[in-house]
Protein backbone atom coordinates (compact mmCIF):
# COMPACT_ATOMS: atom_id res chain seq x y z
CA UNK A 1 0.00 0.00 0.00
CA UNK A 2 1.18 3.45 -1.25
CA UNK A 3 1.89 6.13 1.70
CA UNK A 4 -0.99 8.98 1.51
CA UNK A 5 -0.43 12.01 -0.55
CA UNK A 6 1.37 14.94 1.51
CA UNK A 7 1.49 18.59 0.09
CA UNK A 8 4.73 20.48 1.73
CA UNK A 9 2.46 23.60 0.80
CA UNK A 10 -0.12 22.55 4.05
CA UNK A 11 2.86 23.45 6.78
CA UNK A 12 2.69 26.90 5.71
CA UNK A 13 -1.29 26.78 5.73
CA UNK A 14 -0.91 25.44 9.43
CA UNK A 15 1.52 27.75 10.62
CA UNK A 16 -0.75 30.00 9.51
CA UNK A 17 -3.56 29.23 10.79
CA UNK A 18 -1.81 29.08 14.22
CA UNK A 19 -0.87 32.29 14.64
CA UNK A 20 -4.02 33.65 13.26
CA UNK A 21 -6.47 31.78 15.55
CA UNK A 22 -4.15 31.85 18.51
CA UNK A 23 -2.90 28.83 18.49
CA UNK A 24 1.27 29.29 18.80
CA UNK A 25 3.10 32.55 17.68
CA UNK A 26 6.40 33.07 16.75
CA UNK A 27 8.43 33.80 20.50
CA UNK A 28 9.51 37.57 21.02
CA UNK A 29 7.48 38.82 18.17
CA UNK A 30 7.00 42.16 18.67
CA UNK A 31 11.33 41.93 18.84
CA UNK A 32 11.24 40.20 15.52
CA UNK A 33 10.80 36.54 16.72
CA UNK A 34 13.89 33.98 18.29
CA UNK A 35 14.82 31.28 15.79
CA UNK A 36 13.52 28.01 17.13
CA UNK A 37 11.15 29.47 19.91
CA UNK A 38 7.75 29.48 19.82
CA UNK A 39 4.56 30.54 22.35
CA UNK A 40 1.27 28.53 22.85
CA UNK A 41 -1.32 30.98 22.34
CA UNK A 42 -4.87 30.85 23.77
CA UNK A 43 -6.16 28.06 21.85
CA UNK A 44 -2.61 26.36 21.74
CA UNK A 45 -1.69 26.45 25.50
CA UNK A 46 -5.37 24.32 26.08
CA UNK A 47 -4.76 22.20 23.32
CA UNK A 48 -1.18 21.39 24.42
CA UNK A 49 -2.46 21.06 28.33
CA UNK A 50 -5.40 18.72 27.06
CA UNK A 51 -3.40 16.14 24.51
CA UNK A 52 -1.00 15.68 28.08
CA UNK A 53 -4.18 15.65 30.06
CA UNK A 54 -5.20 12.62 27.42
CA UNK A 55 -1.44 11.21 27.52
CA UNK A 56 -1.31 11.16 31.59
CA UNK A 57 -4.65 9.73 31.85
CA UNK A 58 -3.63 6.67 29.46
CA UNK A 59 -0.51 6.25 30.85
CA UNK A 60 -1.14 6.42 34.40
CA UNK A 61 -5.18 6.83 35.57
CA UNK A 62 -6.08 3.83 33.90
CA UNK A 63 -2.93 1.81 35.04
CA UNK A 64 -2.57 0.72 38.89
CA UNK A 65 0.78 0.50 38.82
CA UNK A 66 2.12 2.91 36.78
CA UNK A 67 2.24 6.81 39.26
CA UNK A 68 3.75 9.97 38.73
CA UNK A 69 6.39 12.27 38.81
CA UNK A 70 8.07 15.98 38.30
CA UNK A 71 11.30 15.98 38.98
CA UNK A 72 13.01 18.93 38.63
CA UNK A 73 15.03 20.62 35.49
CA UNK A 74 18.59 21.29 37.12
CA UNK A 75 20.54 17.88 38.70
CA UNK A 76 23.60 17.11 40.06
CA UNK A 77 26.00 17.32 36.70
CA UNK A 78 27.47 13.90 38.06
CA UNK A 79 24.09 12.50 36.79
CA UNK A 80 24.82 13.44 33.53
CA UNK A 81 28.57 11.89 33.57
CA UNK A 82 26.48 8.32 34.90
CA UNK A 83 24.15 8.74 32.00
CA UNK A 84 26.89 9.09 29.49
CA UNK A 85 25.48 12.45 27.85
CA UNK A 86 28.92 13.95 28.80
CA UNK A 87 30.42 11.39 27.18
CA UNK A 88 27.95 11.18 24.16
CA UNK A 89 25.56 13.49 23.38
CA UNK A 90 26.71 15.58 20.64
CA UNK A 91 26.28 15.24 17.06
CA UNK A 92 28.98 16.46 14.23
CA UNK A 93 28.49 19.69 12.94
CA UNK A 94 29.79 20.69 9.38
CA UNK A 95 29.40 23.85 7.74
CA UNK A 96 28.87 25.46 3.99
CA UNK A 97 32.40 27.33 3.28
CA UNK A 98 30.47 30.08 1.39
CA UNK A 99 27.42 30.49 2.77
CA UNK A 100 28.58 29.46 6.47
CA UNK A 101 25.10 27.43 6.65
CA UNK A 102 25.02 24.89 9.44
CA UNK A 103 24.40 21.19 9.07
CA UNK A 104 24.17 17.99 11.34
CA UNK A 105 26.72 15.39 9.53
CA UNK A 106 24.23 12.54 9.70
CA UNK A 107 21.14 14.79 8.06
CA UNK A 108 23.20 15.09 4.57
CA UNK A 109 23.14 12.39 1.82
CA UNK A 110 25.89 9.98 1.85
CA UNK A 111 26.92 11.26 -1.52
CA UNK A 112 27.12 14.71 0.26
CA UNK A 113 28.92 12.93 3.21
CA UNK A 114 31.19 11.24 1.02
CA UNK A 115 32.45 14.27 -1.26
CA UNK A 116 32.27 16.62 1.38
CA UNK A 117 29.84 18.96 -0.55
CA UNK A 118 26.69 21.06 1.66
CA UNK A 119 23.34 20.65 -0.28
CA UNK A 120 24.18 23.84 -1.99
CA UNK A 121 26.94 21.77 -3.57
CA UNK A 122 29.87 24.19 -1.79
CA UNK A 123 32.85 22.38 0.31
CA UNK A 124 32.15 21.65 3.94
CA UNK A 125 34.46 22.27 6.60
CA UNK A 126 36.09 18.98 8.67
CA UNK A 127 33.28 17.70 10.91
CA UNK A 128 33.06 18.49 14.37
CA UNK A 129 31.79 17.07 17.67
CA UNK A 130 28.77 19.71 19.03
CA UNK A 131 27.76 18.85 22.67
CA UNK A 132 23.67 19.34 22.21
CA UNK A 133 23.43 20.20 26.13
CA UNK A 134 22.80 23.29 27.56
CA UNK A 135 24.94 24.91 30.23
CA UNK A 136 24.63 27.56 33.22
CA UNK A 137 25.99 28.21 36.63
CA UNK A 138 24.62 27.80 39.72
CA UNK A 139 24.93 30.30 42.80
CA UNK A 140 26.35 33.54 42.68
CA UNK A 141 30.03 32.48 41.58
CA UNK A 142 30.60 31.58 37.86
CA UNK A 143 33.47 28.67 37.91
CA UNK A 144 33.54 25.48 37.26
CA UNK A 145 32.57 23.64 40.43
CA UNK A 146 29.16 25.70 39.46
CA UNK A 147 28.19 24.69 36.23
CA UNK A 148 25.28 22.43 36.12
CA UNK A 149 23.25 21.67 32.79
CA UNK A 150 19.36 22.18 31.77
CA UNK A 151 18.30 18.79 31.13
CA UNK A 152 18.52 17.46 27.73
CA UNK A 153 15.43 14.39 28.75
CA UNK A 154 13.37 13.79 31.45
CA UNK A 155 14.23 10.30 31.61
CA UNK A 156 17.08 10.68 34.43
CA UNK A 157 15.11 12.39 36.55
CA UNK A 158 12.77 9.46 37.22
CA UNK A 159 15.91 6.84 37.29
CA UNK A 160 17.37 8.73 40.19
CA UNK A 161 14.31 9.12 42.15
CA UNK A 162 13.51 5.26 41.47
CA UNK A 163 15.06 4.04 45.22
CA UNK A 164 12.65 7.53 46.51
CA UNK A 165 9.87 5.34 44.82
CA UNK A 166 9.96 2.30 45.59
CA UNK A 167 10.32 3.48 49.58
CA UNK A 168 7.24 5.68 49.44
CA UNK A 169 4.75 4.01 47.68
CA UNK A 170 3.04 0.36 47.51
CA UNK A 171 4.25 -0.57 43.75
CA UNK A 172 6.22 -3.67 42.77
CA UNK A 173 8.17 -4.61 39.78
CA UNK A 174 6.83 -4.51 37.18
CA UNK A 175 5.90 -1.23 37.59
CA UNK A 176 6.07 2.56 35.77
CA UNK A 177 6.82 5.95 36.16
CA UNK A 178 5.59 8.78 34.31
CA UNK A 179 6.89 12.25 33.86
CA UNK A 180 5.89 15.28 31.50
CA UNK A 181 8.32 17.93 31.51
CA UNK A 182 10.70 20.48 29.59
CA UNK A 183 14.14 19.88 28.27
CA UNK A 184 16.20 21.62 26.45
CA UNK A 185 19.02 20.74 23.47
CA UNK A 186 21.13 23.11 21.80
CA UNK A 187 20.15 21.37 18.33
CA UNK A 188 22.76 22.62 15.45
CA UNK A 189 19.42 22.69 12.99
CA UNK A 190 15.97 23.70 13.92
CA UNK A 191 13.16 23.12 11.74
CA UNK A 192 9.55 22.11 10.71
CA UNK A 193 7.70 24.88 13.21
CA UNK A 194 7.81 23.37 16.53
CA UNK A 195 9.00 20.10 15.45
CA UNK A 196 12.37 20.42 16.25
CA UNK A 197 13.30 23.25 18.79
CA UNK A 198 15.58 23.60 21.65
CA UNK A 199 12.62 23.97 24.74
CA UNK A 200 9.96 21.50 24.02
CA UNK A 201 8.60 19.37 26.25
CA UNK A 202 8.25 15.04 26.77
CA UNK A 203 6.05 12.39 27.92
CA UNK A 204 8.20 9.67 29.22
CA UNK A 205 6.92 6.37 31.23
CA UNK A 206 9.88 4.62 32.31
CA UNK A 207 8.69 1.11 32.90
CA UNK A 208 10.52 -0.93 35.64
CA UNK A 209 10.70 -5.28 35.05
CA UNK A 210 12.27 -8.33 35.71
CA UNK A 211 15.59 -9.15 33.29
CA UNK A 212 13.64 -12.15 32.43
CA UNK A 213 10.37 -10.08 31.58
CA UNK A 214 11.76 -7.76 29.53
CA UNK A 215 10.88 -8.77 25.99
CA UNK A 216 7.61 -9.79 26.99
CA UNK A 217 6.75 -6.16 28.22
CA UNK A 218 8.58 -4.83 25.39
CA UNK A 219 6.09 -5.87 23.10
CA UNK A 220 3.41 -5.28 25.13
CA UNK A 221 4.24 -1.32 25.46
CA UNK A 222 4.73 -1.51 21.22
CA UNK A 223 1.22 -2.58 21.41
CA UNK A 224 -0.07 0.09 23.73
CA UNK A 225 1.87 3.24 22.37
CA UNK A 226 0.36 2.47 18.93
CA UNK A 227 -3.29 1.80 20.47
CA UNK A 228 -3.14 5.09 22.18
CA UNK A 229 -2.82 7.14 18.95
CA UNK A 230 -5.92 5.34 17.57
CA UNK A 231 -7.46 6.23 20.58
CA UNK A 232 -6.41 9.89 20.15
CA UNK A 233 -8.38 9.61 16.44
CA UNK A 234 -5.16 10.07 14.41
CA UNK A 235 -5.63 8.26 11.61
CA UNK A 236 -3.46 5.04 11.45
CA UNK A 237 -2.60 5.21 7.79
CA UNK A 238 -0.04 8.10 8.61
CA UNK A 239 1.24 6.32 11.84
CA UNK A 240 4.44 3.53 10.89
CA UNK A 241 7.01 1.86 13.27
CA UNK A 242 10.50 2.10 12.16
CA UNK A 243 13.22 -0.55 14.07
CA UNK A 244 16.43 0.78 15.05
CA UNK A 245 19.14 -1.42 13.59
CA UNK A 246 22.35 -2.80 14.86
CA UNK A 247 23.95 0.65 14.04
CA UNK A 248 21.32 3.01 15.01
CA UNK A 249 21.00 1.96 18.62
CA UNK A 250 21.66 3.71 20.77
CA UNK A 251 24.50 3.42 23.88
CA UNK A 252 22.44 1.91 26.45
CA UNK A 253 19.59 0.55 23.79
CA UNK A 254 18.71 -3.48 23.80
CA UNK A 255 15.91 -3.01 21.21
CA UNK A 256 14.56 0.54 19.57
CA UNK A 257 11.55 1.01 17.78
CA UNK A 258 9.89 4.83 16.63
CA UNK A 259 6.41 5.80 16.15
CA UNK A 260 6.71 7.78 12.96
CA UNK A 261 3.69 10.28 11.72
CA UNK A 262 3.50 11.59 8.17
CA UNK A 263 4.03 14.78 9.07
CA UNK A 264 3.58 17.39 5.85
CA UNK A 265 7.32 17.62 5.37
CA UNK A 266 7.62 13.65 5.12
CA UNK A 267 7.83 10.41 7.96
CA UNK A 268 9.34 11.66 10.88
CA UNK A 269 9.75 10.50 14.41
CA UNK A 270 6.77 10.84 17.17
CA UNK A 271 7.92 8.68 19.94
CA UNK A 272 10.32 5.69 20.87
CA UNK A 273 10.29 2.90 22.37
CA UNK A 274 13.25 0.83 24.03
CA UNK A 275 14.69 -1.83 26.37
CA UNK A 276 16.83 0.09 28.12
CA UNK A 277 18.21 -3.04 29.93
CA UNK A 278 19.80 -2.14 33.19
CA UNK A 279 22.06 -0.02 31.80
CA UNK A 280 20.67 3.69 33.67
CA UNK A 281 20.44 1.67 37.14
CA UNK A 282 23.61 0.51 37.23
CA UNK A 283 25.64 3.47 35.87
CA UNK A 284 23.90 6.11 38.52
CA UNK A 285 24.64 2.41 41.12
CA UNK A 286 27.96 2.84 40.32
CA UNK A 287 28.52 6.73 39.67
CA UNK A 288 26.18 7.92 43.21
CA UNK A 289 27.49 4.53 45.17
CA UNK A 290 23.98 3.64 46.14
CA UNK A 291 22.62 0.49 45.88
CA UNK A 292 19.51 0.63 43.55
CA UNK A 293 18.46 -2.57 43.30
CA UNK A 294 15.22 -4.10 44.05
CA UNK A 295 13.76 -6.36 46.79
CA UNK A 296 11.21 -8.79 45.85
CA UNK A 297 10.05 -10.03 49.20
CA UNK A 298 7.70 -12.66 47.60
CA UNK A 299 11.11 -14.55 45.95
CA UNK A 300 13.44 -13.30 47.86
CA UNK A 301 15.37 -12.29 44.88
CA UNK A 302 17.48 -8.86 44.72
CA UNK A 303 18.10 -8.14 41.38
CA UNK A 304 18.87 -4.58 39.19
CA UNK A 305 15.58 -4.05 37.24
CA UNK A 306 15.20 -3.75 33.61
CA UNK A 307 13.33 -0.55 31.71
CA UNK A 308 10.91 -0.40 28.95
CA UNK A 309 10.87 3.53 28.16
CA UNK A 310 8.05 5.24 26.05
CA UNK A 311 9.22 8.81 25.05
CA UNK A 312 6.69 11.02 23.38
CA UNK A 313 7.21 14.37 22.10
CA UNK A 314 4.73 16.99 23.86
CA UNK A 315 5.58 19.44 21.44
CA UNK A 316 5.79 17.29 18.34
CA UNK A 317 2.15 15.43 19.51
CA UNK A 318 0.55 18.89 19.24
CA UNK A 319 2.17 19.49 15.95
CA UNK A 320 0.87 15.47 14.35
CA UNK A 321 -2.63 16.14 16.27
CA UNK A 322 -2.63 19.92 14.06
CA UNK A 323 -1.81 17.78 11.05
CA UNK A 324 -3.92 15.03 11.14
CA UNK A 325 -6.64 17.27 11.97
CA UNK A 326 -6.49 20.03 8.85
CA UNK A 327 -8.37 19.68 6.37
CA UNK A 328 -9.45 22.26 3.18
CA UNK A 329 -12.52 20.86 2.78
CA UNK A 330 -15.45 21.24 -0.03
CA UNK A 331 -18.69 22.15 0.59
CA UNK A 332 -20.74 22.18 -2.75
CA UNK A 333 -19.40 23.74 -5.82
CA UNK A 334 -18.36 27.24 -4.98
CA UNK A 335 -17.41 27.08 -1.15
CA UNK A 336 -14.82 25.29 1.04
CA UNK A 337 -14.16 25.43 4.39
CA UNK A 338 -11.38 24.97 6.69
CA UNK A 339 -11.82 22.18 9.73
CA UNK A 340 -9.71 21.11 12.24
CA UNK A 341 -11.16 17.40 12.96
CA UNK A 342 -10.14 17.12 16.68
CA UNK A 343 -10.84 14.21 19.16
CA UNK A 344 -13.27 16.27 21.42
CA UNK A 345 -11.06 14.84 24.20
CA UNK A 346 -8.31 17.46 23.23
CA UNK A 347 -10.24 20.23 21.31
CA UNK A 348 -9.45 23.41 22.73
CA UNK A 349 -13.18 24.34 23.09
CA UNK A 350 -15.86 21.63 23.07
CA UNK A 351 -18.93 23.69 22.64
CA UNK A 352 -19.55 26.81 21.27
CA UNK A 353 -22.73 28.79 22.03
CA UNK A 354 -24.93 31.17 19.93
CA UNK A 355 -27.72 33.15 19.80
CA UNK A 356 -29.55 33.18 16.62
CA UNK A 357 -30.30 37.24 16.82
CA UNK A 358 -29.26 39.09 20.16
CA UNK A 359 -33.11 40.83 20.45
CA UNK A 360 -36.09 38.55 21.61
CA UNK A 361 -34.32 37.45 25.01
CA UNK A 362 -32.53 34.65 22.73
CA UNK A 363 -28.72 35.91 24.06
CA UNK A 364 -29.63 36.19 27.32
CA UNK A 365 -31.12 32.63 26.74
CA UNK A 366 -27.91 31.39 25.14
CA UNK A 367 -26.08 33.13 27.87
CA UNK A 368 -27.46 31.34 30.31
CA UNK A 369 -27.04 27.91 28.93
CA UNK A 370 -23.95 28.42 28.22
CA UNK A 371 -23.12 29.23 31.78
CA UNK A 372 -24.50 26.09 32.82
CA UNK A 373 -22.33 24.17 30.41
CA UNK A 374 -18.93 25.83 31.41
CA UNK A 375 -18.80 23.88 34.77
CA UNK A 376 -18.22 20.56 32.87
CA UNK A 377 -17.07 21.44 29.36
CA UNK A 378 -14.90 24.33 28.02
CA UNK A 379 -17.52 26.63 26.11
CA UNK A 380 -17.22 29.63 23.83
CA UNK A 381 -19.55 32.39 23.67
CA UNK A 382 -20.72 34.01 20.32
CA UNK A 383 -23.33 36.23 19.05
CA UNK A 384 -21.17 38.31 16.06
CA UNK A 385 -22.41 37.38 12.08
CA UNK A 386 -24.50 35.25 10.44
CA UNK A 387 -25.14 32.24 12.15
CA UNK A 388 -23.06 30.32 8.78
CA UNK A 389 -20.01 32.52 9.56
CA UNK A 390 -19.70 31.87 13.61
CA UNK A 391 -20.04 27.96 12.66
CA UNK A 392 -16.85 28.45 10.35
CA UNK A 393 -15.40 30.53 12.77
CA UNK A 394 -15.47 27.00 15.11
CA UNK A 395 -14.51 24.61 12.47
CA UNK A 396 -11.53 26.71 11.93
CA UNK A 397 -10.52 26.28 15.56
CA UNK A 398 -11.77 22.79 15.92
CA UNK A 399 -14.31 23.14 18.08
CA UNK A 400 -16.85 19.91 17.52
CA UNK A 401 -20.16 21.09 18.88
CA UNK A 402 -22.23 24.04 18.37
CA UNK A 403 -25.27 24.91 19.79
CA UNK A 404 -28.12 27.54 18.55
CA UNK A 405 -30.80 29.19 20.86
CA UNK A 406 -33.65 30.16 18.71
CA UNK A 407 -36.96 31.26 19.03
CA UNK A 408 -38.17 27.38 19.08
CA UNK A 409 -36.37 27.64 22.27
CA UNK A 410 -38.37 29.67 24.21
CA UNK A 411 -41.13 27.65 23.29
CA UNK A 412 -40.08 23.80 23.84
CA UNK A 413 -36.58 24.13 26.12
CA UNK A 414 -34.73 23.31 22.52
CA UNK A 415 -31.45 24.01 20.79
CA UNK A 416 -29.76 22.95 17.61
CA UNK A 417 -27.13 20.80 17.99
CA UNK A 418 -24.52 20.58 15.10
CA UNK A 419 -21.52 18.35 14.59
CA UNK A 420 -18.40 19.91 13.06
CA UNK A 421 -17.63 17.00 11.12
CA UNK A 422 -20.58 16.08 9.28
CA UNK A 423 -22.34 19.26 9.87
CA UNK A 424 -25.57 17.73 10.54
CA UNK A 425 -27.98 19.49 12.89
CA UNK A 426 -30.60 17.91 15.53
CA UNK A 427 -32.75 18.86 17.77
CA UNK A 428 -31.87 18.65 21.38
CA UNK A 429 -33.79 19.25 24.93
CA UNK A 430 -31.71 21.88 26.97
CA UNK A 431 -32.10 19.35 29.98
CA UNK A 432 -30.43 16.47 27.98
CA UNK A 433 -27.59 18.77 26.13
CA UNK A 434 -25.17 17.75 28.35
CA UNK A 435 -25.77 13.82 28.53
CA UNK A 436 -25.64 13.92 25.18
CA UNK A 437 -22.28 15.71 24.64
CA UNK A 438 -20.50 13.13 26.95
CA UNK A 439 -22.03 10.02 24.99
CA UNK A 440 -21.00 11.80 21.89
CA UNK A 441 -17.14 12.52 23.28
CA UNK A 442 -17.42 8.78 24.65
CA UNK A 443 -18.19 7.28 21.62
CA UNK A 444 -16.13 9.73 18.89
CA UNK A 445 -14.68 8.33 15.41
CA UNK A 446 -13.84 10.57 13.01
CA UNK A 447 -15.89 10.15 9.55
CA UNK A 448 -13.70 12.55 7.43
CA UNK A 449 -11.00 9.97 5.86
CA UNK A 450 -9.50 13.06 3.74
Known amino acids: MSDPVVDPKVMDEIVSLCKRRGFIFPSSDIYGGLASAWD ?228 SELEGVHNRTDFDLSRHSEFSGKDLTYLDDEKKERFLPYIVETSAGLTRSVLMVLADAYEKEQVGENDVRTVLHFHPAVAPITIGVFPLVKKDGLADLAREIERDLREDFSTFYDQGGAIGRRYRRQDEIGTPFCITVDYDTKEDQTVTLRFRDSMEQVRVPVSEIATRIREEIKSYKRTSDS
Not at 70 to 98: C, K, Q, Y
Not at 99 to 112: A, P, V
Not at 152 to 157: I, L
Not at 232 to 242: E, H, V
Open 40 to 267: YGPLGSELKNRVQRFWWREMTQIHENIVGLDASIMMHPRVWEASGHVENFDDLLVEDTVTNERFRFDHLTQEQQESMTSPAGNPLSAPRKFNLMFKTNLGPVEDTASTIFLRPETAQGIYVNFKNVVQTTRVKVPFGIAQVGKAFRNEIVTKNFIFRTCEFEQMEMQYFVHPSEDEKWFDYWREQRMAYYEKLGIRMDRLRWQEHGPDELAHYAKAAYDIEYLFPFGW
